[in-house]
């Protein structure tokens, strides 16, 4: 196995762990018994829909959450995608949309505050936060291994020996 599949496998590892570990351990100030991350991302992807408890206040906070849900979409999607049919340029392409989903998730973390929504984030957080850098750096080392791979193989029956 190629150190790209690790990479990648160790991502989708990551992600499926921060499903069953608890992403939020305090809300408000307040410690609360801890929220899996699988609660967590049905509590995002409903952040547009019209119901009595509003877990975010404003447009923006359910603009985040919904952008989080996408990410996580997009990783299943995307990084199965790459795999199975991807060229080495979509590839790259995948990998700098999961750097950029690193990017768009970072605002939990950096949104924390101990008056705030959420005030406290676990292991699970991190896990599945960190687990799009994984993501990032497992396409771009397969899609330069494509790169070197294609040229090792169509130059090396033309080397003079």
């Known amino acids: 196995m190629r150190r ?3 990479l990648i496998s160790g991502a989708w590892l ?3 762990a921060a499903w069953f570990l ?3 351990t ?3 100030g307040g410690r609360i018994d801890p929220i899996p991350g699988w609660t967590a991302f049905l509590a995002a992807s409903t952040a547009f829909w019209p119901h009595t408890d509003k877990v975010f206040s404003t447009w923006y906070e359910s603009l985040l959450a919904t952008a989080s ?6 990783f299943f999607v995307g990084s199965t995608w790459a795999l199975v049919r991807g060229s080495h340029s979509f590839r790259r392409g995948l990998g700098w949309a999961a750097a950029i989903a690193f990017l768009v998730n970072s605002h939990w973390y950096v949104r924390l505050s101990p008056d705030g929504l ?3 984030l676990g292991i699970g957080y991190f896990l599945w936060w960190w687990s799009f850098v994984m ?4 396409l771009f080392d397969l899609a330069g291994r494509t790169d070197a791979a294609k040229f090792t193989d169509g130059q090396a029956s033309r080397l003079p020996r």
Do not use: E, K
Not at 69 to 74: E, N, R
């Open 4 to 6: 790209a599949h690790l």
């Open 14 to 16: 990551m992600q499926a």
């Open 22 to 24: 608890p992403v939020v």
């Open 26 to 28: 305090s809300i408000g």
């Open 69 to 74: 849900v996408g990410t996580t979409v997009f």
């Open 118 to 120: 959420l005030s406290g």
């Open 135 to 138: 993501l990032a750096i497992g």
